[in-house]
């Protein structure tokens, strides 16, 4: 094999130029990725780019994608160690490619062992900078924002990150229609209140003022995923609220014990198979307080909360939960927005919404934000 001999190393503090997308800490020796979507971005001239990964996991390997120009070009399965990934070789060395290295897979909560690293660079090209895009959007939610189901085929029921995908997603699809950066805090099974089997602990707000608080064991911590969010560093446009499927869900499920108190925690039923109006209250109020949670961390953002990709059982009480909230404080800088319920013909793998439920959500969403953003 030729070796190139023009290739030169790279600490990423080295350059000034490469983008960071998704919540992390000031860290870039190494770079942690921890969210879904979470990303490094850059302009790059040259014939051949390599960056070397840390990749730790004790049960849910990391998954990236590579996209050159804006499209997918390669995606795998970052096997446990650190080592050099090309990322591409032979290309025109005077002509700028626009590289993102996208992590495809969410925050494992329930791996403490898993992490994904970006170490270091090498290139024999000149690194460029690479603008802002016009707009910024956070998209909260569920494995629908993880992207769980949205690659694979529809006979897949393996709850494993090879299904994952960051990319045949609502939000890369709307972002990229709306030309704006964005990130992505979403958990498989998790809620506003509660997890899909009535776990109160599941739930998104709790863990939102965190870098990325739902992470658990040493190593996370000491990555600093509980560290505080420094929500001046990155004030989104547009919030995008994907949640209530699962606190919907947890209606049907069993109850679910703390194993360290022995509290039963359960969404009832009626008798008649309606929700009990007492938990479908909770549930209100719990979104309630995540809208006032979201409007101090985010003072100028539209908030929108977009569900019904999975069905839309707990759409009335979203409705009358950013009712209160707009009435109560006034704040008219929000709306609720019915996402297409996915068919069939739209499912993906493990019964969650394929790229084609992802592609038309995204433009229903789309339509609503551009209306948003080209008044504000």
């Keep these: ?17 490469l983008k960071v997308h998704g ?43 590579v996209l050159i120009n804006d499209v997918v070009v390669s995606r795998q399965m970052l096997v446990h160690g650190r080592y050099w990934v090309c990322i591409f070789r ?32 090498k290139s024999d090209g000149a690194f460029q900078l690479v603008e802002d ?21 529809q006979a897949e029921e393996d709850w494993i990150p090879m299904w994952f995908s960051a990319i045949q997603n609502y939000t890369a699809m709307t972002a990229e229609a709306l030309h704006a950066d964005y990130r992505v805090i979403s958990q498989s099974g998790w809620g506003v209140m509660t997890s899909w089997d009535n776990n109160p602990n599941a739930n998104i707000p709790q863990y939102y003022d965190q870098v ?39 209606f049907q499920t069993p109850e679910w014990i703390d194993p360290n108190t022995g509290v039963t925690y359960k969404q009832r039923l ?17 979104a309630y307080q995540f809208l006032i949670q979201l409007r101090k961390n985010n003072t100028k953002a539209h908030i929108v909360w977009a569900y019904g990709m999975l069905g839309f059982p707990m759409m009335p009480a979203i409705y009358r939960a950013v009712d209160t909230y707009m009435k109560e404080t006034g704040d008219r800088n929000v709306s609720v927005i019915q996402l297409p319920n996915t068919t069939s013909e739209t499912v993906g793998a493990r019964t969650h919404p394929g790229m084609l439920s992802h592609k038309r959500a995204a433009e229903t969403l789309t339509e609503h934000l551009k209306g948003i953003l080209h008044h504000s």
């Excluded at 009626?270 to 719990?286: I, R, S």
């Design 270 to 286: 009626n008798a008649d198979g309606t929700y009990h109006e007492e938990d479908v209250a909770k549930f209100e109020q719990a």
């Design 133 to 153: 895009r016009p707009y910024k959007v956070e998209f909260i939610g569920d494995s629908i924002t993880s992207g769980e189901g949205a690659i694979g085929a």
């Design 23 to 65: 919540r992390t800490t000031e860290s870039r020796s190494p770079l942690t990725l921890f969210w879904t979507g979470s990303a490094v971005e850059l302009n790059v001239t040259g014939t051949e780019l390599w960056i070397e990964v840390d990749s730790k996991y004790d049960v849910y390997e990391p998954w990236i994608s």
């Design 1 to 17: 094999m030729m070796e190139n001999n023009k290739l030169q190393h790279y600490a990423l503090t080295d350059v000034a130029q």
């Design 212 to 250: 990325c608080g739902l992470l658990t064991g040493e190593m996370n911590e000491a990555l600093g995923a509980h560290n505080p969010q420094d929500f001046n560093a990155w004030q989104p446009d547009v919030v995008v609220v994907n949640l209530g499927s699962n606190d919907g869900g947890a």
């Design 90 to 121: 032979g290309m025109n060395e005077s002509v700028t490619k626009n590289v993102r290295i996208v992590k495809d897979t969410q925050a494992m909560s329930g791996d403490p062992g898993c992490a994904l690293q970006i170490n270091a660079l």
